[in-house]
């Protein structure tokens, strides 16, 4: 079974530029949470959303948005891009509820000249 | 809000050794869920071991154990008979067991422990 995807892998933008970034969760999963990794910290997490529902927000600014589309796939958007918004974006899918196991994508390395 | 904090910004190990890596976090909550992540060069997030806050018992799974102290708010891995394999950063990480809205997707991570294994 595959895992989840992440595309790009890698992408190059500059400042003031916007971003859009793609997940397909693992089948049968219907919540994604996105997270932002910068080098050498630990993940921060920007969303998640359930049933096509944002169900809970981290402390990012309104540059970043995204959305989960009916067949459960995700995009992270961000616009008015920073450098300090170079990172890896991380977005992990898991089955609903508290117990359910987050399983994470690769990544895209995303970086903002 | 939850705080994770791993103390150790490096560890190493010989191969075949035991090494325990740290964390401590803070919260107000009495039900809560502990993770230990590893995250190698390849980037993907892997679940190691995860304890529930409500149970005493210690998780162990395979060469990998945890020490849950609940009163302290501490939450160390112990690796045994450490592999070349076991190489990567570490990520402590913290989810609430609340209802009534909380995001179950919101994990809180430390700053992560870089682990090397000498052959």
């Known amino acids: 079974d595959a895992g989840v995807t992440q595309s790009p892998t890698h992408l190059i933008k500059t400042r003031g530029q916007h971003v859009t970034l793609r997940c397909s969760p693992i089948s049968g999963h219907k919540s994604v949470s996105w997270y932002q990794q910068v080098l050498g910290q630990g993940p921060q997490f920007i969303f998640q959303?359930?049933?096509?529902?944002?169900?809970g927000r981290g402390n990012f600014p309104d540059r970043f948005s995204a959305r989960q589309f009916p067949n459960y796939s995700s995009e992270l958007n961000v616009n008015a891009l920073l450098l300090g918004d170079s990172a890896l974006y991380l977005c992990?899918?898991?089955?609903?509820?508290?117990?359910?196991?987050?399983?994470f994508g690769e990544g895209s390395r995303l970086t903002v000249l | 809000a939850q705080t994770v904090t791993q103390s150790q910004p490096e560890m190493s190990v010989q191969e075949a050794e035991t090494v325990t890596l740290s964390c401590t976090y803070d919260?107000?909550?009495?039900?809560?869920?502990l993770f230990w992540y590893k995250q190698p060069p390849s980037r993907q997030m892997i679940l190691v071991i995860r304890?529930?806050?409500?149970?005493?018992q210690n998780a162990t799974e395979n060469r990998f154990s945890v020490n849950f102290q609940k009163a302290a708010k501490s939450f160390s891995l112990k690796i045994s008979d450490s592999q070349l394999g076991d190489a990567a950063m570490y990520f402590c990480a913290y989810r609430s067991q609340s209802a009534g809205g909380t995001s179950y997707g919101k994990l809180t991570f430390g700053q992560g422990t870089i682990l090397t294994v000498h052959p």
């Open positions: 304890q529930e806050a409500y149970k005493q």
């Open positions: 919260t107000s909550e009495s039900d809560y869920y």
């Open positions: 959303y359930y049933e096509k529902e944002e169900r």
């Open positions: 992990a899918s898991s089955l609903a509820g508290p117990t359910g196991e987050l399983f």
